[in-house]
T-cell receptor, first 119, second 110 residues
């Protein structure tokens, strides 16, 4: 069972508000990711991190920002939410093969998602 | 860049076998994965196959890999209504993030 948690699961907020989506994992994984997904649609990688103090932008341009100050924590922040930010945000983590031992293939473990609605 | 393609929809009758297909472009792929996503949830890893294998079986799931044609398939035997979900194919090559397909929506008709 994957130990990766996202809060809040659901958030409805007005335009212009600042929001932070939290993501934590207890597996000691070095890599973490944020994906944006409209319901039933494809995944878009928006940010990833390969370790503490390391963050990269993904394939889809996003107005959000991320930080990785601790291994287990990878929050995503929107400074000023807009209706176009309405979507589901999925957090994931993985271990570099060889670091976690066992049968680790570098597969991703996903959280349950945070569904954001901006009015 | 790398690309992973899947058909978007598949509809089968309960009890039949489902076959979901995927093609990828990166010949240096090391692992290929199948994930399942139920409504309103995150993705769950179903199974994976190493690139030097042709086939992997796990209970009702069979993965076939044709590395020459860069073709991956997932067969679900005796498909049940609980198998209705979106299935994503993904590949890993090197140290870059996994590349996901757009997902195949499987509908199981009772």
């Amino acid at each position: 069972e994957a130990d990766i948690y996202q809060t809040p699961r659901y958030l409805v907020i007005g335009t212009g508000k600042k929001i932070t989506l939290e993501c934590s994992q207890t597996m000691g994984h070095d890599k973490m990711y944020w994906y944006q997904q409209d319901p039933g649609m494809e995944l878009h990688l928006i940010h990833y991190s390969y370790g503490v103090n390391s963050t990269e932008k993904g394939d889809l341009s996003s107005e959000s920002t991320v930080s990785r100050i601790r291994t287990e924590h990878f929050p995503l922040t929107l400074e000023s939410a807009r209706p176009s930010h309405t979507s589901q945000y999925l957090c994931a983590s993985s271990a570099t093969p060889g670091l976690a031992g066992g049968a680790n293939t570098g597969e991703l473990f996903f959280g349950e998602g945070s569904r954001l609605t901006v009015l | 860049g790398e690309d992973v393609e899947q058909s978007l929809f598949l509809s089968v009758r309960e009890g039949d076998s489902s076959v979901i297909n995927c093609t990828y472009t990166d010949s240096s792929s090391t692992y290929l994965y199948w994930y399942k996503q139920e409504p309103g949830a995150g993705l769950q890893l179903l199974t994976y196959i190493f690139s030097n294998m042709d086939m992997k079986q796990d209970q009702r799931l069979t993965v076939l890999l044709n590395k020459k044609d860069k073709h991956l398939s997932l067969r679900i035997a005796d498909t049940q209504t609980g198998d209705s979900a979106i299935y994503f194919c993904a590949e890993r090559a090197g140290n870059t993030p996994l590349v996901f397909g757009k997902g195949t929506r499987l509908s199981v008709i009772a």
